[in-house]
């Protein structure tokens, strides 16, 4: 007896769904685990987890954060790039700061909730912070030397082309001292909490300073990567880092960077990307070979 074709479509639908189940519900993801087992390659299907003294101290995948209970960077070891990701590192929270090139000036206000500071401001306070941590210059181009952005609010008489008539350094403060004393002939103003300038009328100015054009600082040390969980650093990043860490550990820089060689890996395929240092293997491989009691 032939089916109607409405029921024999039915059926022919559910035998699709049955066998598409198996294979793809019960075979595919078995065959995944079982291939994720096979000799030398357990550990990545695993997570690239590593150990210290017999305890799982994190993924070679996923960076942390090496600072004490008040968020400061632990001298002994090397520190990672910044996170954007939850309060750092947050795999839940995996994103972006969002701010772009544009991004130069704070919102100041006495209500904490309302402040926020620009990506640049952000950029020059730990660029200072790293210059201080690892005994370098941390200025960098268009920063104070108190750490944020050198940015001026110039009013003219005439809109856009008028005489300047007043300048306020948007990202300072009092009791904070102008980056520069005057513009133009006319003395600098401190930015006050809850004005805006910008809708005020005044044209932003970025001023460059007298910065180095290559600051010893590299980007990776003051930018966020894209996901926030990146867990290398650049070479350059480590090598300023070298010799804090060599005497905290009681050994001599060379053989830090000797370590540092061993946790860096080249280019993928050998033209793609940069040479990165995995900063939780280095940390691990530092307190094994030199311990800090």
């Known amino acids: 007896m032939r089916l109607p074709t409405w029921l024999a479509q039915h059926l022919a639908a559910l035998r699709a769904l049955l066998v598409l189940t198996v294979l793809l519900g019960l075979v595919y993801p078995l065959t995944l685990v079982a291939v994720g087992r096979l000799p030398g390659l357990v550990g990545k299907a695993d997570g690239s ?3 210290a003294n017999g305890r799982t101290v994190g993924s070679a995948l996923i960076g942390q954060s090496f ?3 008040d968020g400061n960077p632990v001298p002994r070891y090397f520190q990672s790039r910044p996170s954007a990701a939850g309060d750092g ?5 995996t994103a972006a700061s969002n701010l772009g090139p544009e991004s130069v000036v704070d919102t100041l206000s006495n209500d904490p909730e309302k402040s926020s500071e620009s990506l640049l401001t952000a950029v020059c306070a730990r660029s200072r912070a790293v210059g201080e941590l690892n005994g370098v210059d941390g200025r960098r ?4 030397t108190d750490g944020v952005g050198a940015v001026l609010a110039v009013f003219r008489a005439d809109g856009l082309t008028g005489p300047v008539t007043r300048v306020v350094s948007v990202n300072q403060v009092a009791p ?3 980056f520069v004393t005057s513009w ?12 805006d300038y910008v809708a005020a009328g005044g044209l932003i100015v970025p001023v460059r300073g007298e910065a180095p054009a290559r600051p010893a600082v590299p980007a990776d040390a003051v930018t966020a990567s894209g996901s926030g969980l990146d867990p290398h650093i650049s070479p350059a990043y480590a090598e300023i880092q070298v010799a804090r860490v060599a005497r905290e550990r009681g050994t001599d820089p060379a053989t830090v960077r000797r370590l540092v060689g061993e946790h ?4 993928s395929l050998g033209f793609m990307g940069e040479p990165v240092v995995n900063v939780l293997g280095l940390n691990v491989a530092l307190d094994e070979r030199f311990p800090v009691r």
């Not at 590192?89 to 929270?93: E, F, L, R, V, W």
């Not at 181009?141 to 104070?144: G, H, I, K």
């Not at 860096?264 to 280019?267: C, E, F, K, P, S």
């Open 49 to 51: 987890l590593l150990t």
């Open 141 to 144: 181009p268009y920063c104070t």
């Open 89 to 93: 590192y947050d795999p839940t929270a």
């Open 184 to 195: 133009q002939g006319v003395p600098v103003e401190l930015a006050k909490p809850d004005e």
């Open 176 to 178: 904070a001292t102008p």
């Open 67 to 69: 600072t004490d209970a």
């Open 264 to 267: 860096t890996t080249g280019r």
